[in-house]
Structures are given as C-alpha cells and as structure tokens.
C-alpha cells in the first residue's frame, strides 16, 4: 500500500524549531521526486519546499527561504522539513506529497498531514 | 499571495455541469502545465487532472481539464453530492527564482 506519513508537528514558540518527518512506504522512494506544502487553518494550499531524487535539486518558497532546509534519505525512505526561525505565520498542516519524475510536477501521493502551530 | 485567481465559490444541482475557472499569466499558466487537485472536507487534498487535461486512473471521466493561453478550467459534468470539496489548480512559475504556486481555491457545493 503505497503511502505517506508525516511526523513531528506540534507546539513551537516564536523563534523556536522543530523537524517533520514523512516516511514513506508501497513504493520505491528514491524513484521520486518530494515537496512539502502546507495549509494554514481555513486557507488554501502553499507550497513550501521541493527536492529532487538524489537531493541535487532543492527549490524552497520565499516565505521559508533561509528558514526552512527539505532533506531526504533514500535509504530510510524518508523526507524532512528542518523549520527554524519559526513564526506565527508559518502555523499550518504540514503535507509530504510524491511527485512522480519527469517534466511534469504532480502531486499523486499525499500524507495525511501534521500539525504545526507557533504560538506564544 | 496567489498569481493563480479563481473563483472563491461555486454551486449546482445533482447532474448539471459546473466549471472552475484559474486565471493566470505568461509565467505560469502561460508556460507551463496546469494541475488540479480535490480536497474533500477534513481530507488532504488529491490528484485530480495533470498536464493540464490527463486523468489519473481511478478519476472519474465526469471530471476533465482545459486550457488556453493564460487561463485554465476544470470542468464538473453529472455533479454528485460527493463532489462537495474544494477544488486548486496549481503550476510551476517561472519569474524570480521559479516557484510552484497553488490557486486561491474554489469550494464547490451542490445543492
């Protein structure tokens, strides 16, 4: 069963940090490619980082640029976000999506979510 | 922000035929392939349309994607009740640095 589970969301300070997981499993994971979106509470969906097979190829939305690092290991089929510098802003659900390779970017796999929330 | 604009709402009647609008630009839409992606309610969101008109297996035929120049539309024909969700396109866009972006999002309700 192919499928994705995030990990690690829960209750931050302002200024503090915290690192989400996504293990993946019912499918070769250094076959694709990953992203990490979110979705503030009662909002729409934000892309927030992307990272290639081999991880030679990382792009990362300004709003999380310099503040958030997507990383993977291929052999522990997992995906992570290392959130850092954290704001009340970036309170959201936390997503892992797959994206197959090739030219076109398409979420075919989605986790069910973790959730961060940054609050004083 | 989002460069994608769609409609906030949407509605119609069991068996009509309901159609989302993305509005865009040469950076995105114009230049790049559109995604579509369901969101039923207290759910992630799911694949729906990629490449602009390609169905996943399993994504009933009812539901079929469109585009011309900077703008997209996802198309509902025969609504059913469990097509009440929210529904996103998305690109790739390639000003700055090149980013993906998401729509604003179009909640469909059915009467």
């Known amino acids: 069963q192919v499928q994705l589970v995030e990990s690690g969301g829960g209750l931050v300070k302002p200024g503090g940090s915290l690192r989400l997981s996504c293990a993946a499993s019912?499918?070769?994971?250094?076959?694709?490619?990953m992203s990490w979106i979110r979705q503030a509470p009662g909002k729409g969906l934000e892309w927030v980082s992307y990272i290639n097979s081999r991880s030679s190829y990382i792009k990362s939305a300004d709003s999380v640029k310099g503040r958030f690092t997507i990383s993977r290991d291929n052999a522990k089929n997992s995906l992570f976000l290392q959130m850092n510098s954290l704001r009340a802003e970036d309170t959201a659900v936390y997503y892992c999506?797959?994206?197959?390779?090739?030219?076109?970017?398409?979420?075919?796999?989605w986790g069910q979510g973790t959730m961060v929330t940054v609050s004083s | 922000q989002s460069v994608l604009t769609q409609p906030p709402s949407a509605s119609g009647t069991p068996g009509q035929r309901v159609t989302i609008s993305c509005s865009g630009s040469?950076?995105?839409?114009?230049?790049?392939?559109v995604t579509w992606y369901q969101q039923l309610p207290g759910t992630a969101p799911e694949l729906l349309i990629y490449?602009?008109?390609q169905r996943p297996s399993g994504v009933p035929d009812r539901f079929s994607g469109s585009k011309s120049g900077t703008s997209a539309s996802l198309a509902i024909s025969g609504l059913q009740s469990e097509d009440e969700a929210d529904y996103y396109c998305?690109?790739?866009?390639?000003?700055?640095?090149?980013?993906?972006?998401f729509g604003t999002g179009t909640k469909v309700t059915v009467l």
């Open positions: 998305a690109a790739w866009d390639d000003s700055l640095n090149g980013f993906y972006v």
């Open positions: 490449s602009d008109n």
């Open positions: 999506a797959r994206d197959p390779p090739g030219e076109v970017t398409a979420f075919d796999i």
């Open positions: 040469s950076s995105n839409i114009g230049s790049n392939t």
């Open positions: 019912g499918f070769t994971f250094s076959d694709y490619y």
